[in-house]
């Protein structure tokens, strides 16, 4: 089947940026979404872009969408401990494939 | 205005048990879902339900039955638990199915031992 494959860990120091990549396999898509989850919750929707979208800026949150490599990446600016979390990337066409997970750590 | 409610929050089971996992929503969706998550496995969908009335196998539904009881309602059923069913599972809905934002509710942690 269709994989959605991101890394799993990512460390950032607080005001620093952070930058969460995130593949997929599916062209049809024709929406892919970032969604976070704090702990002890479900996931809470952060973000999406069109297929048909290079970039969508949403405050400190910036997606950028590569078609052709199929490369899609979530840039948190000015990264504050209560972003510690962990960041799923999501497509879809006939159904919504999730990856596994980037867990973010904030360290002060 | 509660969104997506799950009961219950923890269970454990013995092999070989049953149960019922009950999600209500009071968003007024016609969608509803029903997911495993596993560590390093992200999301993987068991049933979904693309409105009242119907029903449709996931990824993952082997060992789960799943009832939508009216719009609000979709229960998913384990009718002889196994040590593979650890996991923490979650109830969402949507709108219309998959190509729109999905409502999560807080998850049950389940373990069968």
């Known amino acids: 089947g269709e994989d959605v494959e991101q890394s799993l860990f990512l460390s950032v120091r607080e005001g620093d940026s952070s930058v969460i990549n995130c593949t997929y396999t599916d062209s049809s898509s024709t929406y892919l979404y970032w969604y976070k989850q704090e702990p002890g919750a479900g996931l809470q929707l952060l973000t999406y872009?069109?297929?048909?979208?290079d970039m969508k800026q949403d405050q400190r949150l910036t997606v950028l969408l590569n078609k052709k490599d199929k490369h899609l990446s979530l840039r948190i600016a000015d990264t504050q401990t209560g972003d510690s979390a962990i960041y799923f990337c999501a497509e879809s066409f006939n159904d919504m494939r999730f990856g596994a997970g980037t867990r973010l750590t904030v360290k002060p | 205005n509660a969104g997506v409610t799950q009961t219950p929050k923890f269970q454990v089971l013995k092999t070989g048990q049953s149960m019922t996992l009950q999600c209500a929503q009071d968003?007024?969706?016609?969608?509803m879902y029903w997911y495993r998550q596993d560590p390093g496995m992200g999301l993987r969908l068991i049933y979904y339900s693309a409105s009242e009335g119907t029903t449709d196998k996931g990824e993952v539904p082997n060992g789960y039955n799943v009832s939508r009881l009216n719009k609000r309602e979709f229960s998913l059923r384990l009718e002889s638990a196994a040590p593979s069913q650890t996991s923490v599972y979650f109830c969402?809905?949507?709108?219309?199915?998959?190509?729109?934002?999905?409502?999560f509710g807080p998850g049950t942690r389940l373990t069968v031992t």
């Open positions: 968003m007024n969706h016609n969608s």
């Open positions: 969402a809905t949507s709108t219309g199915t998959y190509s729109y934002e999905q409502y």
């Open positions: 872009i069109f297929s048909n979208m």
